[in-house]
Each structure stands twice: as structure tokens, then as C-alpha cells.
């Protein structure tokens, strides 16, 4: 099992820039696929990014693909999403997610066993 806790949200202006943190503890960060995910109200949670444990595959959703960045840092335990050009329509609850060690990268939230608490993004128009 793995800690993780979102941080970097807040309210930005559309066409604005954003970058989360989430911050995983235990000692089998690297091995681990990360996700994000978000969840808008009345919505259910879509996934957004996901990386693989070296970093080496990244993939997106369609709605973010070239706005949004998902990287990792293995030495800090740490994954990272840049968001630009922030969008109304990106309003959510951002949710970071790891799989399990040695898993294949996944955009499947029932692919993921462990979840943050969620961090908050409104873009206002």
C-alpha cells in the first residue's frame, strides 16, 4: 500500500497555467504506474494522464492531450501534472491514483488500488 497526497490545486483563469504534486511514500514508487484522474460534480471520475514506473510511456485522455503533462520524479517519490491552457471545462476534483508494482499502464480506474484525498481546480471563464 502507498500514501499519496495531491497537492497544487486551486482557482485559475482560463487559458491560465497550473502544475499538481502528489506525493507518494514506501519504497516501490518506481515500479509503480501513477494516474490522474478528475471528477466534476454530477460527473463521474474520467481519467486524465498516466505514466509508466521509468516514466518511459505516457498516455492521455483525448480532452487534455496536448495541454496537460504528466512526469514523474522517482528520486522525490513524486508525480507531476502541468496543466496549460486551462480550460471551464476542466473544473474538477483531481484525483492521483498508483497501481500495483510491475503492472502495465492503465487508464482504468479499477486498474489503480491506491487513491489521494483529491485536490481541488476551478477555472473560471
Known amino acids: 500500500q502507498v500514501q499519496l497526497v495531491e497537492s497544487g490545486g486551486g482557482l485559475v483563469q482560463a487559458g491560465g497555467s497550473l502544475t499538481l504534486s502528489c506525493a507518494a511514500s514506501?519504497?516501490?514508487?518506481?515500479?509503480?504506474?501513477m494516474g490522474w484522474f478528475r471528477q466534476a460534480p454530477e460527473k463521474e471520475r474520467e481519467f486524465v494522464a498516466a505514466?509508466?514506473?521509468?516514466?518511459?510511456?505516457?498516455y492521455y485522455s483525448d480532452s487534455v492531450k496536448g495541454r496537460f503533462t504528466i512526469s514523474r520524479d522517482n528520486a522525490e517519490n513524486t508525480v507531476y501534472m502541468q496543466m496549460n491552457n486551462v480550460e471551464p471545462e476542466d473544473t474538477a476534483v483531481y484525483y492521483c491514483?498508483?497501481?500495483?508494482?510491475?503492472?502495465?499502464?492503465?487508464?482504468?480506474?479499477?486498474?489503480?488500488?491506491?487513491w489521494g484525498q483529491g485536490t481541488q481546480v476551478t477555472v473560471s471563464s
Open positions: 491514483a498508483a497501481a500495483p508494482p510491475w503492472t502495465i499502464v492503465t487508464m482504468t480506474p479499477t486498474g489503480y488500488t491506491d
Open positions: 505514466i509508466s514506473g521509468a516514466g518511459s510511456a505516457r
Open positions: 514506501g519504497h516501490t514508487f518506481s515500479s509503480r504506474p
